[in-house]
């Protein structure tokens, strides 16, 4: 199976960057894949799925979030999981740690935005990932368990799930865990998967300073499913590069 790539562009970008990549990426062999993902900021998700049937494009698209309402409603600002399928919105993520913590979103939260994705067949990118000071002290198996017990409160079957284990130490730092530190929670992933969800099919991929230098070894450690692209996606050359590994 091929690896998943996704990109999470964040608050960053631009209509004409938008334009830009996606016209250049429908026309490259590494990006123009079902695995390349783009989680591209919501305001543009119209103008890049008119794009990708443009182009007949096989990237896809995901949002980089969703709300945790269900019904429409009053709930200003909110962008909900059926207008997401609408745009032909295939991934979300859910719970990346800017999320947990600019906008204070955890537990029941996080529980019924998953619960949104997947009642209208997208699929969830749950992000987890501890932070430098948990790391130091050594508890942050027993945190990444957690926060993955998360999952046994979802009120719907997961038959198929991504899971993103980001370090938030990592993220936008350059500092990379060791082969073995990824694969450490990689395996603790399939672990508890395999012990409480093992039904479920699980796609666990790495983020955090994934780079064009870096991502062709974390690609290869065993069991990774994929890499969670931030900074280094919004340069288009070093994405593709980061792609054709
Ligand atoms: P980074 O971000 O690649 O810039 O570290 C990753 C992420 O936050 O998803």
Not at 119 to 148: A, H, T, W
């Amino acid at each position: 199976m091929s690896k998943l790539i996704v990109a999470n562009w964040k608050m960053n970008g631009s209509l004409d960057k938008i334009t830009g990549d996606l016209s250049f990426y429908s026309n490259n062999s590494s990006t123009n894949n079902s695995s390349v993902i783009l989680a591209i900021p919501s305001i543009y998700l119209g103008q890049a799925q008119q794009l990708l049937e443009k182009y007949k494009a096989n990237f896809s698209l995901a949002s980089q979030n969703i709300s945790q309402f269900a019904s429409p409603g009053a709930y200003t600002g909110e962008i909900s999981g059926a207008m997401l399928k609408e745009f032909d919105v295939k991934y979300t993520l859910i719970g990346h740690s800017e999320r947990r913590m600019y906008f204070n979103e955890s537990g029941s939260i996080l529980q019924n935005k998953i619960e949104n994705a997947l009642s209208n067949q997208i699929m969830p990118i749950f992000c987890i990932g501890e932070d430098r000071n948990i790391r130091n002290k050594g508890s942050y198996k027993d945190f990444i368990v957690q926060q993955l017990e998360l999952l046994l409160q979802v009120k719907a079957d997961i038959i198929e799930l991504v899971i993103a284990y980001e370090p938030i130490w990592s993220i936008g730092t350059g500092m990379v865990p060791t082969s073995n530190e990824i694969s450490e929670i990689i395996n603790l992933i399939h672990a508890f998967v395999q012990s409480y969800l093992p039904h479920a099919k699980i796609t666990a991929l790495y983020g955090g300073s994934v780079s064009g230098n870096n991502a062709r070894d974390i690609l290869n450690l065993e069991r990774i499913g994929g890499v969670l692209v931030g900074g280094a996606s919004l340069k288009t050359e070093e994405f593709v590069n980061i792609c054709a590994y």
